[in-house]
């Protein structure tokens, strides 16, 4: 009976080593469920009636140059928008555009990509010389899904931290990967049509004191991603890393608690196997062990820390089962020993 207690062990070992990190990493996504965003942050869309209205991207310079223009009075200024290339429209539109940048009120931080050799393709000089760069890759899970953000890449900031650090004028200084707390699904954070901006239809309410941040939303500029709530667009995400940054509440990860929880639950659960005879007293409490573990996942999540919750539960079943088939073959084998002895 000894050896049976080696099953919560290899089970809680698993959990160490990440096995099953697709599974865990979904069944987590299960848990989000949508809470208030930050209001220091509004989002100025590239939408359909924007292009409808200014025409086919990629718009003219003088156009965006119109758009910072009227973002005076903002914190912070982002772009989620590459300018690795010069205006098609010519040399003249990229300097009203640079201009534009020099002269405006807030910082203005504009998107670099990063490509997978470690590469950074930065905007083309003239935009680089007259505003704030930061990096705008998020990192995609193995199954498409975005959840995690590196803040620090090669010396540069990510675009969210790079935009706060300017708004707030602290440093950011968090190296490790972090999770992204997402707030809801697509349309959580407060976002108006670019064209309202230009104008004038914007509230000055919703643009003085916050961090703006302009980006695509229109389905043609293909800039989508899966998220936990679905598919959301590459500034929805970056809006809510901002949010992230702003009120520091990533998701936490505690690997030693998952593996801790998952080897203490594991033997509970052998315990209760050896313990009690009746199959049925022992379902039902391997059943409210189970529940009471979720119920410390639910509780726990809502406060930012993320405990797994699939290998606890494994390790509750697998252990439950293992106790209860070591009965049974005890049983079985007293109930042959008997019956030889006296036959």
């Known amino acids: 009976r000894f050896l049976l207690f080696a099953t919560p062990v290899l089970i809680a070992l698993m959990a160490w080593s ?8 979904s069944v987590s996504d299960l848990l989000f469920t949508p809470r208030m965003v ?34 005076d009075s903002a914190r912070a200024i982002g772009i989620d928008v590459n300018f690795k290339e010069p205006s098609r ?25 990063m490509q997978e050799n470690g590469e950074i393709i930065h905007p083309i000089s003239v935009l680089a010389s007259s505003s704030q760069q930061g990096i705008a890759n998020i990192i995609i899970d193995s199954d498409g899904i975005a959840r995690t953000v590196r803040l620090h890449r090669n010396s540069m900031l990510s675009l969210g931290a790079q935009l706060v650090q ?22 959580s954070t407060p976002t108006y049509s670019f064209l309202d901006l230009i104008n004038g239809k914007v509230p000055a309410s919703v643009i003085a004191g916050h961090i703006v941040i302009i980006g695509a939303t229109a389905r043609d500029l293909q800039d989508y991603q899966n998220t936990p709530f679905g598919l959301m667009s590459g500034v929805e995400i970056q809006a809510t890393i901002i949010g992230n940054i702003l009120s520091n509440d990533f998701i936490r990860t505690r690997p030693l608690v998952d593996v801790a929880l998952t080897l203490m639950v594991g033997i509970i659960a052998l315990l209760i196997g050896f313990y009690f005879r009746r199959v049925w007293v022992i379902v039902l409490l391997l059943v409210a062990l189970i529940a009471g573990v979720w119920m410390v996942v639910f509780l726990t999540f809502s406060s930012g820390l993320l405990i797994d919750l699939v290998m606890p ?10 106790a209860v088939l070591d009965r049974y073959t005890a049983t079985s084998r007293e109930r042959r020993f008997i019956h030889d002895t006296f036959s």
């Not at 990440?18 to 990493?25: K, Q």
């Not at 003249?92 to 931080?109: E, I, K, M, N, W």
């Open 313 to 322: 539960t494994i390790a509750i079943l697998a252990s439950g089962a293992a």
């Open 18 to 25: 990440g096995v099953l990190g697709h599974a865990r990493s």
């Open 89 to 113: 429209v010519g040399a003249s539109d990229d300097q009203v555009f640079a201009r534009a940048l020099r002269d405006a009120h807030a910082p203005v931080v504009i998107a670099s990509e």
């Open 38 to 71: 930050p209001d220091e942050v509004t989002i100025i869309a590239i939408d359909e009636e924007s292009i409808h209205a200014v025409g086919q991207w990629p718009w003219p310079r003088a156009v965006l140059a119109q758009g910072v223009k009227s973002l």
């Open 166 to 187: 300017s708004a707030t004028k602290q440093a950011i200084t968090i190296t490790t990967p972090q999770r992204i707390n997402y707030a809801g699904p697509s349309g």
